[in-house]
């Protein structure tokens, strides 16, 4: 397996207010989607979303091939051509690409477990089976919150934030699923003022080729100056 190093053009597209590119080639791009971003237009009336940076930036057309909540941020993959769109969408579905998700959480989770609790695969559809794998990272002490690692099995709507917080450990800035009241008081003690959650890594064997890719999507600075001030540290990811 290859730790993928970012390109130069993840640190361009800070600079020119785009986007980061963790990795390109001739048959996907995996972007480093800030929080506050749609994928694409699908899921509102945004005129500026991932997927129309990512084409500014590399000069054509991409296929979104899985999706991140517009309040999360990280590691977002997108194929250059339908053929790899198709082979991508497949592995997602068939649960052969790995992802790990940096979540701050209220409250302390056991060190390690497993939450199997059917939800929604898209809005208003049937619950579907649904399965998260977490750990814990570390335990704030100066407030009542824990950094765990999520990696979620399946893919459905908000599973991350809907699992912890079916296990009583919403995740902190869910405007959705947590509470108004502890989001307010980490927007104003830590300046956290958004979603918590950070799509971190992410794995699988690259569709044409067979290698195995693993990309990190470094910690933003609004989360890494929160979880700093709350004394928490990220450096024990490793799946």
Request: aromatic fraction near 10%; glycine fraction near 4%; hydrophobic fraction near 50%.
């Given at each position: 397996?290859?730790?993928?190093?970012?390109?130069?053009?993840?640190?361009?597209?800070?600079?020119?207010n785009a986007i980061g590119l963790l990795f390109v080639d001739e048959h996907l791009v995996i972007a480093d989607k800030p929080s506050g971003l749609l994928v694409h237009r699908g899921w509102d009336n945004d005129d500026d979303v991932a997927m129309?940076?990512?084409?500014?930036?590399?000069?054509?057309?991409?296929?979104p091939v899985h999706r991140l909540d517009r309040g999360t941020s990280g590691a977002l993959v997108f194929a250059r051509d339908r053929e790899t769109a198709a082979a991508?969408?497949?592995?997602?579905?068939e649960g052969r690409v790995e992802k790990n998700y940096l979540a701050l959480v209220r409250g302390a989770p056991p060190e390690e477990g497993v939450i199997d609790y059917a939800i929604q695969?898209?809005?208003g559809g049937p619950r579907v089976p649904a399965v998260?794998?977490?750990?814990?990272?570390a335990r704030s002490p100066v407030d009542r919150c824990s950094l765990v690692s999520a990696m979620p099995r399946t893919g459905r709507l908000h599973q991350v934030r809907r699992h912890l917080r079916h296990i009583d450990h919403p995740l902190v800035g869910d405007v959705k699923h947590g509470s108004g009241v502890i989001n307010r008081h980490y927007r104003s003690t830590y300046a956290l003022?958004?979603?918590?959650?950070?799509?971190?890594?992410?794995s699988f064997a690259h569709p044409k080729t067979g290698e195995r890719l693993r990309i990190t999507a470094e910690v933003p600075p609004d989360l890494a100056v929160p979880f700093r001030a709350l004394g928490l540290s990220w450096s024990d990811t490793a799946p």
């Open positions: 397996m290859r730790d993928v190093e970012p390109t130069s053009l993840q640190a361009r597209g800070w600079l020119l129309f940076r990512v084409r500014d930036a590399i000069g054509q057309h991409v296929f991508l969408a497949l592995a997602f579905e695969k898209k809005e998260t794998e977490f750990r814990l990272i003022t958004r979603l918590a959650l950070h799509a971190h890594r992410i």
